[in-house]
């Protein structure tokens, strides 16, 4: 699986939107992008992936750069409950058996 | 509730006692996976299971950690001779199948060794 670079830390104000950058330059054509977050000492929870087109759930926007090698997770009204680490990850997914395999993520910060 | 549930929820344990840690997965989950997180960094894969075969064992740290699902259903992640270096949490996670299905977290069981 492919490796994914993201930013330590980021904060952002309550309401407004937050975008977090992910870049997976290596990525292959197979590859999806997952994110998923964990809310202080809970389990990490899905959020949304996409292959190619962008996409949106109720929770979040994704949006992948035509050349697949970046994307940016927005939540466009940030609340303080979405303080919490944001994990960017790749893989496959099919054919495979699907452990995740977690870098440090992003530590997102709402402040009101 | 339906989701993944994990007990103990914390654990302290003297170095060289023996411990599990139980894991219930969402029902009509056919994978499970256990993952160790140590504090401030991202969850790491142990191991993982299709039903009740144990498919990949790789992750685990050394032989003293041991898992099992006997029925395909509960799991026990069991270390032997605590060190105070398996402090961490450990996190299950169950699935519908492999690949890129969704996996649902369990709160994870913290576990300090004095």
């Known amino acids: 699986d492919a490796k994914t670079t993201q930013p330590t830390s980021m904060d952002c104000a309550e309401g407004r939107a937050a975008n977090l950058p992910c870049n997976h330059s290596t990525i292959s054509g197979n590859e999806y992008v997952y994110w998923y977050r964990q809310i202080h000492s809970q389990g990490p929870q899905y959020i949304i992936h996409g292959l190619k087109n962008n996409e949106t759930n109720e929770m979040a926007s994704l949006i992948i750069t035509e050349d697949r090698k970046s994307s940016t997770l927005i939540l466009p009204h940030a609340t303080l409950r979405d303080t919490a680490v944001y994990y960017c990850?790749?893989?496959?997914?099919?054919?495979?058996?699907?452990?995740?395999?977690f870098g440090k993520g992003t530590k997102l910060s709402v402040k009101p | 509730g339906a989701g993944v549930s994990q007990s103990p929820r914390y654990k302290v344990a003297k170095r060289g006692q023996d411990v599990a840690l139980r894991c219930d997965p969402i029902?009509?989950?056919?994978?499970l996976f256990w993952y160790q997180q140590a504090l401030g960094q991202g969850p790491e894969f142990l191991t993982y299971?299709?039903?009740?075969?144990?498919?990949?064992k790789s992750g685990l740290p050394s032989d003293r950690f041991f898992a099992e699902r006997p029925e395909g259903s509960v799991s026990t992640l069991k270390i032997q001779r605590t060190q105070q270096e398996d402090s961490a949490v450990y996190l299950c996670?169950?699935?519908?199948?492999?690949?890129?299905?969704?996996?649902?977290f369990g709160p994870g069981t913290r576990l300090t060794v004095l």
């Open positions: 029902s009509g989950h056919v994978s």
């Open positions: 299971f299709q039903n009740e075969a144990q498919l990949d």
């Open positions: 996670a169950s699935s519908l199948g492999g690949g890129g299905y969704e996996q649902f």
């Open positions: 990850i790749v893989r496959v997914a099919r054919g495979s058996q699907g452990n995740l395999i």
